[in-house]
């Protein structure tokens, strides 16, 4: 064995966190004169990019004091992948934390924060007015923190420490890649990732084109807000991290084009991604005529595809919901 590529032991799972590899992609979009490149971000220990946001939030506090194992009580609204993120780390340190989660959360999600002995706090009844959950699970966030002596919220829509951790995921993508990046393109909930990205590429002086992937029904850049299907990406109120003049260009990218784009990359390049990965797909085929031949686009995969079987990769919800317009997610050689 070439000892140059054996990776050597690390302390601890949370040291596994970054350096996710970068994947040409040479057979996404056939014709294309660009190349495209994957920052798999699922290789990250909890699943997701999102390990990266918990622990820069957490670890930092922790080596301030104001942090302390056995003591301090973590609490976040989150059921999704900050919420697995989190739990690893909380685990790890012996912290305990507790997530505001609320009856649309997977079980699948349930049983993993459970496994990690989280904390669940339900919130079971949406807002009166409407509909939502997200001002009644925030308003439980601020009763636990009066109630539980030594809380700590991360806050992941508002604490720089958010972006701060993608600062990082940008320096790996362009020291890979000798700093020739063209074009980022980069899904958006709390924009973390997007801003990170882009205080590093803009630090640099990086001439890269940052591309916002938003879902229709999000109102992070213009839309209203509207019912959305797949989780992760997108926001229904926006994060006081939003700075809308971060991106220099931004795709909006229905349900639809996340099925579209996921059943490609898995078709195409054999890489089994969740749903805001499939948006980048989307996204790239969309602005494809614009990009120059020779240009290096990058696409940030969040999170892989186990969480989405039963419904992005089930045949049976995606003809459920979107019955009419199955020959774009079937045919294999579907038009680009
Ligand atoms: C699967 C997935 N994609 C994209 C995002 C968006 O990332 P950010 O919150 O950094 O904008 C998230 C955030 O949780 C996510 O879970």
Redesign the pocket.
């Known amino acids: 064995m070439d000892s140059g590529t054996v990776n050597r032991p690390v302390k601890g799972v949370l040291a596994t966190i970054g350096n996710t590899p970068l994947v040409e992609l040479t057979s996404l979009i056939p014709g294309f004169g660009g190349r495209v490149y994957g920052k798999l971000e699922f290789f990250n220990p909890g699943g997701?990019?999102?390990d990266r946001?918990a622990a820069s939030m957490i670890l930092s506090k922790i080596r301030s004091g104001e942090l302390e194992p056995g003591r301090s009580v973590v609490v976040e609204s989150?059921s999704?992948?900050?919420a697995i993120g989190l739990a690893q780390i909380c685990r790890y340190y012996g912290l305990r934390l507790i997530c505001v989660v609320d009856a649309k959360t997977t079980e699948q999600n349930l049983a993993i924060l459970r496994a990690y002995q989280v904390g669940l706090s339900m919130v079971s009844e949406p807002d009166a007015e409407t509909g939502e959950f997200l001002s009644v699970r925030k308003q439980r966030v601020q009763e636990l923190m009066a109630e539980i002596p030594h809380a700590y919220s991360p806050n992941?829509y508002s604490n720089p420490l958010?972006?701060a951790a993608?600062e990082r995921t940008m320096a790996e993508i362009a020291h890979a890649l000798d700093g020739k990046v063209d074009y980022l393109f980069?899904?958006?909930?709390?924009?973390?990732?997007?801003?990170?990205c882009a205080a590093y590429a803009r630090a640099q002086g990086l001439s890269t084109t940052l591309v916002a992937v938003d879902a229709v029904g999000s109102v992070l850049y213009g839309l209203p807000a509207a019912p959305r299907l797949i989780?992760?990406?997108g926001?229904s109120v926006p994060?006081a991290?939003l700075d809308p003049a971060v991106p220099d260009r931004v795709v909006h990218v229905s349900d639809l084009d996340c099925v579209v784009g996921c059943r490609m990359l898995v078709q195409r390049e054999a890489i089994l991604a969740?749903?805001?990965?499939g948006?980048t797909v989307s996204a790239l085929r969309r602005l494809r005529s614009e990009v120059p031949d020779g240009a290096t686009c990058v696409l940030?995969f969040?999170?892989r595809g186990d969480r989405y079987l039963d419904t992005i990769y089930s045949d049976g919800w995606v003809i459920t919901h979107f019955g009419e317009a199955t020959h774009l997610w079937k045919d294999d050689d579907v038009e680009v």
Request: aromatic share 0%.
């Open positions: 997701s990019v999102k946001s989150s999704g992948n900050l992941q958010n972006p993608h980069c899904s958006t909930s709390t924009t973390g990732t997007l801003n990170g989780p992760g990406h926001a994060p991290l969740g749903g805001s990965s948006a940030i969040p999170d």
